[in-house]
C-alpha cells in the first residue's frame, strides 16, 4: 500500500468517521501549534463549570480570579544573576532578530517576601555568635 492511498487530507469528514464521534467541535481560533494556547484553554475549560455556577458553593470559596494570561504568558522568560544579563539579552536580541524587546517583571534586589519570617528560630550558643 502507498502512502497517498492513506494520508489524505479532507475538509469534511467522511460520514463513516463522523458519525461515531460525538460532540466533536473545531475551533478555528485555537492552533495546534500553539501549546501555550491550548494549555490555557484546557484550564479555562476545567474551570468553566464553576464560573457557570455549576459547582458547589464550597469549591467557590477557594476559586481564585480567573486571568486570560498567566504572568509571564507564553514568552520567554530569562532570570539573570546581576545587571549584566541586560546587555547580553540586547545583544542576543538584535543577533536573532526577535521584534518585541525585553520587559523586566521584578526587580534588582532579591528580597523575601513580606510573608517570610526573617528571624531564625535557632537561639545562639556558644560557638554560634548572633
Do not use: C
Given at each position: 500500500?502507498?502512502?497517498?492511498?492513506?494520508?489524505?487530507?479532507?475538509?469534511?469528514?467522511?460520514?463513516?468517521?463522523?458519525?461515531?464521534?460525538?460532540?466533536?467541535?473545531?475551533?478555528?481560533?485555537?492552533?495546534?501549534?500553539?501549546?501555550?494556547?491550548?494549555?490555557?484553554?484546557?484550564?479555562?475549560?476545567?474551570?468553566?463549570?464553576?464560573?457557570?455556577?455549576?459547582?458547589?458553593?464550597?469549591?467557590?470559596?477557594f476559586?481564585?480570579?480567573?486571568?486570560?494570561?498567566?504572568?509571564?504568558?507564553?514568552?520567554?522568560?530569562?532570570?539573570?544573576?546581576?545587571?549584566?544579563?541586560?546587555?547580553?539579552?540586547?545583544?542576543?536580541?538584535?543577533?536573532?532578530?526577535?521584534?518585541?524587546?525585553?520587559?523586566?517583571?521584578?526587580?534588582?534586589?532579591?528580597?523575601?517576601?513580606k510573608?517570610?519570617?526573617?528571624?531564625?528560630?535557632?537561639?545562639?550558643?556558644?560557638?554560634?555568635?548572633?
Amino acid at each position: 500500500m502507498r502512502a497517498r492511498e492513506f494520508i489524505t487530507e479532507q475538509s469534511k469528514l467522511p460520514p463513516e468517521i463522523a458519525d461515531p464521534m460525538r460532540y466533536t467541535y473545531v475551533l478555528p481560533g485555537i492552533s495546534a501549534s500553539d501549546p501555550y494556547r491550548n494549555y490555557r484553554f484546557g484550564v479555562a475549560m476545567a474551570r468553566a463549570r464553576s464560573d457557570m455556577g455549576q459547582d458547589s458553593t464550597e469549591a467557590e470559596k477557594f476559586m481564585p480570579n480567573w486571568q486570560t494570561e498567566t504572568a509571564f504568558g507564553e514568552h520567554g522568560v530569562i532570570s539573570g544573576f546581576d545587571a549584566n544579563v541586560d546587555t547580553v539579552i540586547d545583544r542576543a536580541l538584535a543577533m536573532t532578530r526577535t521584534p518585541g524587546g525585553k520587559h523586566l517583571v521584578s526587580t534588582a534586589q532579591s528580597e523575601e517576601p513580606k510573608s517570610i519570617d526573617t528571624v531564625s528560630p535557632v537561639k545562639p550558643f556558644r560557638g554560634y555568635k548572633r
